[in-house]
């Protein structure tokens, strides 16, 4: 069965109540729910969790051990555990020795383990948060074969939360919708609206000089042989949209850091354009921080990092201030930010109490806050809804047809045909 | 400075076959040895069977002991020296007292170099009864100390991003990375609790009596190894004394 539904319409929460991993003490708990006729907290055994982050799911270094410990956890005699591991990652279409160290799997392959581990456990009810998350599409392919495999033969009960119904639904019997104030159950024929349905986006004049160019640029990490990225010519043109892709391992992410002035290149060059450079210098990663983002604004993939103080109005008025803004100037710039992108209700609210979307959009307008000329966005619509995906790139769209010159490095398909004019492929 | 950080499997070394807590024993003795006498006699021959230790704990390229022991050599190079330029009892007793340092501190370096964390946790839980929510929080916790080394550079980039930087300038320095380390603590935080609800998930800690999937047994040989390191202590000992420069602290003496 699938859960799926908007970002806050209440799905995690539905799916804490279901671990039984909500606090008694932290929340207001009315009617009742049971697992095989006891409450979720009792019937763990009976319960077998498969969450977002792989990282903070797996508790060994090595890939069997890993497996064993629920069963560890569950007093099963020594004899007993190395079978029901090797059935168990068996079931999952586990392809490496059970030595295999966990440290250097890939997150689908991380995820894999994590639902081998569980399996192990034999739960009769398997329950999946948004697994593939924080994964690439790859990594979410491995994710959903593996779990395929493990409920082929219908003896667990499978129940799958996520946003992201379509890639879902051959797997699932049912389909069930969170809208707000109650629950609607799908047909078996139902799909899901296609997020980029009837999206009209505003065109920009037609691309303009390249703002930031690389030449030839290539990086490797300080202690190892190989680079991280190959030397690369690329050109940020203004006015448009440049797509960066490419398989994992690629340099994508080390190509997206050159051009955004927070590394410097260790062969070739990258340079920004006559009229961007500071006290004469062109290159980025050379201009002084305060400098940088009143030129080139970038957004990371994990919005917490880049947030650094206690108040979305101050988060937006930071980036004003420090590039030599006056405070008014800075205020006004806020209030304007909060007011487009919807935020304004959560002006005084701290930035880590936000949604997941709504996080990534305050990520964007803080890195829009001091109008740079160019803008690098590292996977911005990872793990995105439907809607905060279109809220997205309308904005990007704007920021084109105001002439800036946006790098968005993705693994999203519908992004790049969307929005992209043009696209690096990476190998 | 990576080399010290993989908390990887350790590589399987001669000295894995001895079992972690006989290793801990052995530290034990070298201690109470080392820190009970005072002169150049018994760290020179403790330092000196720990040195023919060396190739069975896969030390035997240069590099690689010099990034595991750096940090102990440069703390005994600064023990002898202060001993020597501001103590009053000379060169061979400053010697002795860096070489007390140097027999100290590498049977450590030899368990770390030796020792998988999961196999070191089994040992404490099997033998020695340690409680598994210590021993395996512990394994747990390491296994997120590579992710906050790549999450830091990760957030002074985006510090970066922000406008915020250092400079040349060094008191904010200082609190650049005083920012940096309460980001990475708040995302440490966040982290661990979510690994808890994972272990949680898999019934970790819930009553029932954990078992021990991969065992841990003690064999002849690590008798055998406890014996040799009490041997060569007396060794050390005894020649000291016949020497004539043993020199024993004894506590309340």
């Not at chain 1, 792989?54 to 005699?77: C, I």
């Not at chain 2, 998988?116 to 033998?127: I, N, Q, S, W």
């Not at chain 2, 609800?197 to 055998?224: E, I, P, Q």
Request: charged share 20%.
């Amino acid at each position: 069965m699938l859960v799926t539904g908007r970002s806050g319409a209440g799905k995690s929460t539905l799916f804490a109540v279901l671990a039984g991993l909500l606090d008694p003490e932290a929340a207001e708990v009315t009617g009742e729910l049971t697992v095989d006729g006891r409450s979720p907290a009792e019937a763990r055994d009976r319960l077998g969790l498969l969450l977002q982050d792989p990282d903070s799911q797996l508790v060994m270094t090595r890939a069997g051990d890993d497996v064993a410990f629920g069963l560890e956890n569950a007093g099963l005699p020594r004899e007993q555990i190395w079978p029901r591991v090797d059935d168990a990652l068996a079931a999952v279409g586990w392809r490496y020795a059970r030595d295999r160290a966990t440290q250097a799997l890939s997150g689908g392959e991380k995820q894999r383990l994590v639902l081998a581990g569980a399996l192990a456990r034999r739960p009769g009810l398997l329950l999946l948060d948004e697994p593939t998350a924080q994964l690439d599409p790859a990594g979410s392919d491995v994710v959903r074969e593996a779990v395929a495999r493990a409920v082929a033969d219908r003896s667990t009960t499978l129940l799958v939360v996520d946003h992201d119904a379509a890639p879902w639904l051959p797997l699932v019997d049912r389909v069930v919708e969170v809208v707000d104030g109650g629950l609607v159950a799908h047909g078996p024929d139902w799909t899901p609206q296609l997020r980029t349905a009837g999206l009209v986006l505003p065109v920009a004049p037609g691309s303009g000089a390249p703002r930031v160019v690389a030449e030839a640029a290539g990086f490797t990490y300080r202690g190892t042989t190989t680079p991280a990225l190959p030397p690369t010519d690329m050109a940020l043109p203004g006015a448009s949209v440049t797509a960066l892709t490419g398989a994992n391992g690629t340099g994508k992410s080390t190509l997206a850091l050159l051009l955004a002035g927070l590394r410097a290149p260790t062969t070739g060059r990258v340079r920004a354009a006559e009229e961007l450079a500071a006290r004469g210098v062109r290159e980025p990663y050379r201009w002084r921080a305060g400098e940088l983002v009143t030129r080139i604004g970038t957004v990371f993939q994990q919005p917490e990092h880049q947030f650094l103080t206690g108040r979305l109005r101050d988060e937006l008025e930071l980036g004003p201030l420090r590039s030599g803004s006056g405070s008014n100037a800075a205020r006004v710039r806020a209030e304007e930010l909060l007011e487009r992108l919807g935020l304004t209700p959560f002006a005084d609210a701290n930035p880590f109490t936000l949604s997941g979307g709504q996080q990534r959009r305050l990520s964007v307008a803080t890195a829009l806050a001091t109008s740079p000329q160019a803008l690098v966005l590292d996977e911005p619509t990872f793990g995105q809804d439907a809607a905060t995906w279109r809220e997205l790139v309308t904005l990007l769209a704007e920021q084109r047809a105001a002439g800036c010159a946006v790098c968005v490095v993705t693994h999203d398909r519908d992004l790049v045909d969307v929005l992209a004019d043009a696209e690096e492929r990476l190998s | 400075m990576t080399a010290s950080l993989a908390l990887g499997p350790a590589p399987d070394v001669p000295l894995s076959r001895v079992n972690p807590v006989a290793q801990l024993t052995a530290i034990a003795v070298v201690t109470v040895v080392l820190l009970t006498s005072l002169d150049v006699v018994t760290p020179s021959v403790v330092v000196l069977a720990e040195l023919c230790l060396l190739p069975a704990a896969g030390l035997t390229n240069p590099r690689t002991l010099w990034l595991r022991t750096w940090p102990l050599l440069i703390g005994a190079g600064t023990v002898g020296l202060v001993n020597l330029l501001l103590g009053e009892s000379g060169a061979v007793y400053a010697l002795g007292l860096a070489l007390r340092v140097v027999g100290l501190a590498l049977p450590g370096v030899f368990l770390v170099a030796s020792t998988d964390p999961v196999r070191l946790a089994d040992a404490l839980t099997v033998h020695w009864r340690f409680p598994a929510r210590f021993a395996v929080g512990a394994l747990a916790a390491l296994r997120l100390v590579p992710l906050l080394v790549a999450e830091f550079e990760s957030v002074r980039l985006a510090r970066r991003t922000r406008g915020v930087e250092a400079g040349r300038n060094p008191v904010a320095r200082v609190r650049l990375v005083a920012g940096i380390g309460f980001t990475l603590l708040v995302g440490a935080v966040r982290r661990a609790g979510r690994l808890a609800t994972a272990m949680d998930a898999r019934g970790f800690d819930s009553g029932v009596t954990r078992t021990n999937a991969r065992g841990s047994v003690l064999h002849a040989r690590d008798a055998w190894f406890v014996v040799g390191t009490v041997a060569v202590c007396a060794v050390a000992v005894t020649a000291s004394v016949l020497s004539g420069v043993w020199d024993p602290v004894f506590v309340g003496g």
